[in-house]
């Protein structure tokens, strides 16, 4: 049984042809299922939860990744396929796993492409890309052996499971069960180096465990690039995977 979870952005004017032509598109493929469309006066948290003990096979988010983050802590412990129609902008998370937009989004579905995933875990919830903290100063434990810093030409450091912007000039695997610790150095303003796309990475270390202290511009971290929690923060390798439907130019 397929459930579909629009977000609540979809309900725009501007998003109703393109809803209908993957519709249509589900329907030709024998996959159409379920709609759930979230709006600004039901509770998400609850809709959701109640959908999810349904425990339904599939469950696919129409949306970007705001609504993936969103989701996350709800789906993370059920034993459920997630699948992802990326609509409009702000869908780095879907491109990483080879899941082209809307139409094309739907024979990635059907495919049924299934992948595991590492989940992180920082303080109790589950992140999916990454927890990163700006400012000079920031400490990192790293797995209660020894601690990294943020020099003053140090942008921010991250800890990350997946590799979502190219310019990291790095690539790892989110399969691994490690975490990697990026520290980012700040962008010279040299007109010569004025839009090349340079590796941007500065040392690279694989943890299972870390621990964020606050810097002294900065306390708090912004998790899978959309949601702010406080420092202390402790960050781990979680045991639980995500099931996932990939395309097959995935980035990993």
């Known amino acids: 049984m397929y459930q579909y979870i629009y977000d609540s952005f979809l309900s ?38 109640e959908l999810i003990d349904k425990k339904p096979d599939v469950v696919i988010i129409v949306g970007n990744d705001k609504t993936l ?20 902008e702000e869908n780095v998370i879907a491109d990483f796993f080879g899941i082209n937009k809307e139409e094309q989004a739907c024979d990635i579905i059907a495919a049924r492409r299934i ?7 920082v303080n109790g919830q589950y992140f999916l890309s990454s927890v990163e903290i700006y400012g000079v100063g920031t400490v990192i434990i790293c797995n209660d052996s020894y601690e990294i810093k943020a020099l003053e030409n140090t942008e921010k450091l991250g800890i990350y499971n997946l590799c979502l912007k190219d310019n990291m000039g790095v690539v790892f695997n989110p399969q691994d069960k490690n975490l990697e610790i990026i520290s980012t150095p700040k962008v010279s303003g040299s007109f010569f180096n004025f839009g090349k796309n340079k590796p941007l990475i500065k040392g690279l270390i694989r943890v299972q465990k870390a621990k964020i202290l606050s810097s002294q511009e900065n306390n708090s971290v ?26 097959k130019n995935r980035k990993f």
Do not use: C, Q
């Open 12 to 49: 725009d004017k501007k998003y109703n042809k393109v809803l209908t032509r993957i519709e249509n598109r589900l329907l030709d493929l024998g996959i159409n299922g379920k709609t759930n469309r979230i709006t600004l006066l039901k509770n998400f948290e609850s809709y959701i939860k």
């Open 69 to 88: 983050a969103k989701i996350l802590n709800i789906v993370a412990d059920k034993e459920i396929i997630l699948g992802i129609i990326p609509i409009g």
């Open 115 to 121: 992948e595991e995933i590492d989940l992180g875990n």
């Open 222 to 247: 912004l998790v899978d690039a959309h949601k702010i929690m406080k420092t202390p923060a402790e960050v781990t390798i979680s045991n639980r995977k995500l099931k996932i439907i990939v395309g």
